[in-house]
């Protein structure tokens, strides 16, 4: 028979003002996707006896569901009134089935004697009512599966005979799943699915997020506790170290300076030499093993090594010219003597062997950035490392999703409906971010709206990249296939699907099993569509973890925050904003100008921007706006300005 289109309920005051808290729906869903059939329509009721005859009654009137589950409502509680709801509108009641459930029950606790389930059929629809545990929904769904029972009911409502059931049945073996198996392989499946089935009609998609809303702090905080670093690789000591994070102690291996040297351009010579005029000898006429003879200078350049016997070293500045050997003013004019005007005390002008670095001295711990302002690299190169051992820094692919997006440099004109579609905003400013920082970047491409689509560019994501960052396809509508690619496609898991902060509510963070990098999985982050909550998510979650991919310390996965002074009025917001600002430097404190309209799909709030000013909730009775001359603080994503 066919897959049987099954419709949820969860009955619960307190799921119906926090989805967070309805376990047994999603369970429900889980189970009967597992067995191969399909949940068309989900939806969570307070405890309202007329709301819930009104769903049900609508649900039946369609006539597009074969089974509708209830779960909760059922015991002998004040407001459980499921019972009470469904039972008037049944046109067959189904005796048996109660029988079933509670006998089923009863094996496991006598407290199931307190149960009052009801079922039957309504039109060609059947209504089972189950507790609101999910160790019951579990116990009755068993039941209710084996040995293709519910299938045989579905078959009979609808109108069948139920042969193919009872010759099953007469086999002695349960009958088949419905399983999709895609390249080949079982997909393995995460504990609990929560996106819709792309594969069922529009209007059986979620018409509220099965996602919960969480804080920022609790997003951040599942980041930063999935996600492990990537492992240490050996890397010439070059300019492209720069960003890599070190995965060594280093060491001098010996002094540096390793002899003395000079620290400014003069004349080697003893600090016993008085005044007077002397003979000019250089790296050409003397060996620097050989000691300096008497009557003798030794000329030499910043940093040289002194010749033997010499002690300190007379500065140009300090000398007059006497004479010169060859043409005066030919190119192979040479000083031949030279006046020294002063008396110089030892070690005038010289560096002592290991004054800057003695041997076995501690240069760059473990874990230091190496910048790309030079320092850390030029360290390296300064005690003579070739090469050095780092954190592998992560390559990101990236994708834009969306049938009406238009590639800049190659768009392929869409339909022609009237509608010329719009530009993908998101993939080059990404690209140019990730870039900008140093990373490796795979570019996907557009991917169309279909599942296909998605696997493919997927896999191939997972093949060469360390992370996927997409944007788009992670809201409410009927296109919007990540989560259920991530999910159903992919076995993956989904961490978080929505943040309580503005942009960005849709922000998602999955992991996917894979056997194509150092780890068992690889992480993606789904992001909103709208051109400036995707930077904004960006800077706020991408950011932190691919610093903590790339081996960075946990206190320096953030961008810096820093204190400032409003110069324009904010409006809160219920959820934590992120408002984009110019931070210039003030005479006294940092200051941030607003760029203006912060609207999600206004890629221009940041143009310019190098600040995101977080602002604090709205509460209530508390103030609605930040007004001009506050301080507040500000994630600082760009160079700051005088």
């Not at 051992?389 to 590639?407: C, F, M, Q, W």
Request: charged letters at 20%; one cysteine or more.
């Amino acid at each position: 028979m066919s897959a049987i289109k099954i419709g949820v309920i969860t009955v619960s005051d307190t799921a119906s003002v926090d989805a967070a808290a309805d376990r047994s729906g999603p369970t429900i869903q889980d189970i009967v996707r597992q067995r191969g059939h399909g949940c068309v329509r989900s939806v969570i009721l307070p405890d309202d006896e007329q709301r819930i005859r009104e769903t049900v009654k609508t649900w039946c009137g369609e006539n597009t569901i074969d089974w509708i589950i209830s779960t909760g409502g059922t015991g002998f509680g004040v407001r459980d009134r499921t019972p009470e709801a469904i039972a008037p509108l049944l046109e067959r009641e189904a005796p048996g089935i109660i029988h079933l459930l509670l006998s089923e029950s009863l094996k496991h606790t006598p407290l199931a004697a307190l149960s009052r389930p009801v079922a039957g059929t309504v039109g060609k629809t059947l209504i089972v009512t189950l507790p609101g545990s999910v160790k019951a929904v579990k116990e009755n769904l068993e039941a209710l599966f084996s040995n293709g029972f519910i299938e045989h009911a579905i078959d009979l409502i609808r109108g069948g005979t139920g042969k193919q059931v009872h010759a099953t049945m007469g086999s002695g073996h349960e009958p088949h799943h419905h399983h999709h198996h895609h390249h080949d392989h079982h997909v393995p499946q995460p504990r609990s699915i929560l996106s819709h089935d792309p594969s069922l009609p529009v209007h059986a998609r979620n018409r509220i997020s099965p996602y919960p809303q969480i804080s920022l702090d609790d997003a951040l905080k599942t980041i930063a506790n999935e996600i492990k670093p990537l492992g240490v690789v050996s890397l010439p000591v070059t300019s492209t170290l720069a960003g890599h994070i070190l995965g060594e102690d280093v060491y001098a291996p010996q002094n540096v300076p390793p002899s003395k040297t000079t620290s400014v351009d003069g004349y080697a010579l003893r600090s016993s030499d008085p005044p007077g005029v002397y003979n000019v000898l250089t790296a050409k006429t003397h060996a620097l093993i050989d000691i300096l003879p008497e009557g003798s200078i030794f000329r030499i350049n910043t940093g040289g090594p002194l010749p033997t016997g010499t002690d300190t070293v007379i500065m140009v500045e300090d000398t007059e010219l006497v004479s010169t050997v060859g043409e005066v003013y030919g190119q192979d004019a040479e000083e031949n003597e030279v006046q020294t005007l002063v008396q110089v005390p030892p070690g005038d002008n010289v560096r002592e062997p290991g004054s800057d670095v003695h041997k076995g001295d501690l240069v760059l711990p473990k874990g230091e950035v190496l910048t790309s302002l030079g320092g850390e690299v030029g360290t390296l190169a300064f005690v003579g490392r070739k090469e050095v051992k780092v954190h592998r820094k992560p390559i990101v692919a990236i994708l834009s999703t969306g049938n009406e997006l238009l590639d800049l440099q190659s768009p392929n004109p869409l339909p022609s409906d009237g509608w010329g579609g719009i530009w993908d905003t998101n993939r080059p400013s990404l690209r140019a971010a990730l870039e900008g920082m140093g990373y490796s970047v795979v570019d996907l491409g557009i991917v169309a709206d279909d599942v296909d689509s998605h696997v493919k560019a997927i896999q191939q994501g997972l093949e060469n990249a360390d992370l996927l960052l997409t944007t788009g396809g992670t809201s409410m509508g009927a296109s919007d296939l990540l989560k259920p690619v991530v999910e159903r496609q992919f076995g993956g898991t989904v961490h978080f699907g929505r943040v309580s902060m503005k942009p960005g509510k849709p922000t998602t963070f999955a992991s996917i099993p894979t056997t194509k990098g150092e780890h068992e999985r690889k992480f993606m982050f789904a992001l909103p569509g709208n051109p400036a909550s995707a930077l904004v998510t960006f800077y706020v979650f991408v950011v932190p973890a691919l610093r903590k991919l790339g081996g960075w310390h946990e206190n320096r996965c953030h961008l810096p925050r820093v204190r400032v002074k409003l110069e324009n009025t904010m409006r809160l917001d219920p959820r934590v904003e992120f408002h984009r600002v110019i931070v210039r430097a003030g005479e006294e404190s940092l200051r941030a100008t607003s760029t203006g309209g912060q609207r999600s799909s206004r890629v221009a709030s940041l143009s310019g921007a190098n600040g995101l000013v977080q602002l604090p909730t709205k509460r209530e009775g508390g103030p609605d706006q930040l007004e001009a001359g506050s301080y507040a603080d500000a994630v600082v994503i760009g160079e700051l300005q005088m």
